[in-house]
Each structure stands twice: as structure tokens, then as C-alpha cells.
């Protein structure tokens, strides 16, 4: 066979390197893309499945909040946490999320009505081709963000719903969590997770042990004090009125909703799901949070006796609470005794939280300011602990958010009291919301009495 010339064989050899080369290059483009497109649809599927979890917890805190109140009560609970979660949902897409994430500086955001897919996600979806890059690059879809963050909104309101049950107005609740979803919460969070200035110092807080659960404890806390109490709750001759709850099955059913809901609450806040290091971290998290949850229970339990006197079911009923609240700030943490701690700690602080709440007369019909606002403070500095927090921003934050939330959730309350009226009349109150307001019975079968009242 006749041999090429030599002077053919390097203009040949540096052709095929380029080919190769080419071929290479443009291998690791394709594959950089297909990974950013995989890394985008896992983000997304992730938002939108741990927020539809989120969501589910509505339903938690609706068994949890029926199942507390006497029967005459039931309908109208049922009826409040459908109408808080729709509130929330159109607040926050109204002017909420703007005010949370949209242009932050030191304060708040962007003071602007409407919030909707960014142009590039309208152009893909219409069919461009060309703005797949554009969208993909983002790290997941505009919405799917907004969904998930929307829905710890409704979380926030959840918690008033069942402090206030059994006497407070269905409209005037209703404005309360119109201003508390779409301004007094964005606000928090804008100051926090949009980047503002307890950002900027360093607070830490993961799923919101402060920026939800403090927050819907402190607009809790304002409402028991300006409401009041039930009547006949606190007796004249200093005793306080049993008042156990009407379906203790429905209560634990709910805190099981609720524990379900909270992998989606605390995985879901890592915000991505798009390598090996997320799914990693996601495992600790869900892990700390079942263990925090497990601790809350027992050491609830452990101290229902010597604090309340009784072993009380109730009370291990909140502890699980406690303990996910308690780790909610810090649930990202690598050891898992750790969440144990934490966890244990909060359901014991919430066991005393219940025992100080009826001492100064405050009313709480689920005990959610111990659950949510005692342990939501506990578990914010206790990631001084162990999750490298600074005392001192985790302290400040905690204050800031505490006197900011409290002062405007009171004067809005006390607004409220003074011109529509927040509490229902005493004829409501004796036959029940569900006859006085709505004109239906949870359980129709049952015959409703009147109760006589003792009050102070």
C-alpha cells in the first residue's frame, strides 16, 4: 500500500485533535445544559411538593383547633381556617410577597401590587424556545418560589385561629389576618429571609422558629390580651373552668397532620434539590426534626405531673409541637442529639408556658403561645448552641421581631375593638358560634344547653 506523503500526516493528525477537541467541547456544553435543566426541574418539583405539604398542614391545625373547642364551635374553626389559608394566599400575592422579597433594603420591599411569572417563564411557556436558557438559569420556577413561600404565611394566621377560638368575631378576625399576611409578616420576613438588615447582621433562623412561629405567637398573645378570656374561663373565687376538648381524636389526629406537614416545612427550607450536598442536608434535616418532635413529646410527658399535676395527653400534644418549633430555627444542624436537646427543652418550656398562661389569666384555647411563641424563642437562640448563631443578633432579632409584631398586632386588635367589635355578644357566646354566627351545627344530633357563667 502506497504510504501518504509525510508532509500530509500533521495537517491530518491536527485536524482529528480539533474534531476531538470540538466533539468535547461541545459534549460538556450539552451536558452542562441537561445538568442546569435537571438541577432546575429537581429545585421546582421541590418547591412545589414540600409547599403542597406545607398546605396539608392547614388541615392539621383545622383537627387540631376543632377537636379543642366544644362542639358548639366546631363549624365556625372549620369555616376561620378555610378563610385564613384563602386570605393568606391572595395578601400575600397581592402585596405580601413584594414586600418580603422584591427590592429589599434595610426594611421592607417593594410597596407594589401583584406579583406573576418573571417574562422569560410567560415567553417559554408561550412556546419560545429561545427563553429555555433564560428560565433555566434562574434555579427553578418564579412561582413555584412564591408558592412555597406562601404558604408559611398561612402557617403564621393558623396560630392566632386557635388562641382566639369560641369568642372572637369571624370578620374581625378576618381584617386582623388580612393586615397580619399581607404587611406585618412580609415585613419580618423581608427584614430576615429577603436580606434586610437582621440579614445582613448574621440571624440565623432556617424554616422560621421567629419569623413564623414567634410571629403568629406574638398576634396571638396581643389578641388573647385585648379579647379576653372565655367567659366563665376564670371564676371569681380564683378557680379556673375545665374546659377539655370535645374530641381529643381529632386533636391528635391533627398534631400528626402537623408533624407530617413539618418535613415539608423544615426539608423544603432547603431551597434546593439539585445535588448530592441538598439531598445530604435535606436527610439531617428531616432526621433533627423527627427526633426535636419525639423529644417535645416525652419531655412534655415527663413534666405534665409536677407542672400541671396530671399526666396529661394534651399536654404531650403540644410537647410535639414544641420540640418541631423548637428545632425549626436550627434543623440543619449535622448531630442529631443535638435536635434531641433542643427538642426536649422546648416541649418542657411549653408545659410551663401553659401553667403561666392561666396564672395571668390568659386564655389560650389550644396553647399555641406556649407552643409556638415560647419554643419559637428557645429554638432561635438555642442555634447559638450549636448552629454557630451569634447571641447577640439572635437576641436582638428575637426582640425586634417580638416588639415590632406585638405592638401592631395590639393596635391593630384594639382598632378593631373600637370600631367593629372583636368578640361576639355574650348570647353568641353561651349558644356557640356555629348557631349564633353561621346557623349551623357540627353535630346536629347533639342537644346544646346554654352555659351558666361565673365569672370574674
Known sequence: MKAFPQKNRVPLAVRALAIIGILTIGTATVHAAVDMEVQFIFNTFSFLVWGAL?????????????????????????????????????????????????????????????????????????????????????????????FFQMVFVATTASIVSGTLAERVKMWSFFLFIL????????????????????????????????????TGGWAALAGAMVVGPRLGKFRRDGTVKPTPPSNILAVTLGVFILWFGWFGFNGGSQLALGSAAD????????????????????????????????????????GAIAGLVSITAGPDLVEPYWAVIIGAIGGALCTVGMK????????????????????????????????????????????????????????????????LEVRVSKKVEQLGQDIGELGIDAYPEFVLMPEEEDEI
Open 279 to 318: 439531598i445530604v442536608g435535606m436527610s439531617h434535616v428531616l432526621v433533627n426534626t423527627n427526633l426535636a418532635a419525639a423529644a417535645g413529646v416525652m419531655a412534655a410527658l415527663a413534666c405534665s405531673r409536677p407542672i400541671l399535676g396530671q399526666t396529661d395527653l394534651v399536654t404531650g400534644l403540644n
Open 179 to 214: 393586615a397580619l399576611t399581607a404587611i406585618i409578616y412580609p415585613i419580618v420576613g423581608a427584614w430576615t429571609w429577603g436580606e434586610g438588615w437582621l440579614y445582613q447582621m448574621g440571624f440565623k433562623d432556617f424554616a422560621g422558629s421567629t419569623i413564623v412561629h414567634s
Open 54 to 146: 406545607v398546605m396539608w398542614m392547614c388541615a392539621g391545625f383545622t383537627m387540631l383547633e376543632a377537636g379543642s373547642v366544644r362542639t358548639k364551635n366546631a363549624s365556625m374553626i372549620c369555616l376561620k381556617n378555610l378563610g385564613l389559608y384563602s386570605i393568606a394566599g391572595l395578601a400575600y400575592y397581592f402585596l405580601g410577597y413584594n414586600l418580603m422579597y422584591v427590592d429589599v433594603g434595610k426594611v421592607m420591599g417593594s410597596f407594589t401590587f401583584l406579583y406573576g411569572p418573571s417574562p422569560d417563564d410567560i415567553a417559554l411557556v408561550a412556546g419560545n424556545a429561545e427563553a429555555k436558557m433564560a428560565v433555566i438559569e434562574n434555579g427553578y420556577s418564579t412561582m413555584s418560589d412564591w
Open 356 to 419: 403561666l398562661m392561666i396564672r395571668m389569666k390568659l386564655d389560650d384555647v389550644v396553647g399555641a403561645v406556649p407552643a409556638h411563641l415560647f419554643a419559637g424563642i428557645w429554638g432561635t437562640l438555642a442555634v447559638c448552641l450549636a448552629g454557630g448563631g451569634d447571641p447577640v443578633v439572635q437576641l436582638l432579632g428575637v426582640v425586634a421581631v417580638g416588639v415590632f409584631v406585638f405592638v401592631s398586632s395590639w393596635l391593630l386588635w384594639k382598632i378593631l375593638a373600637l370600631t
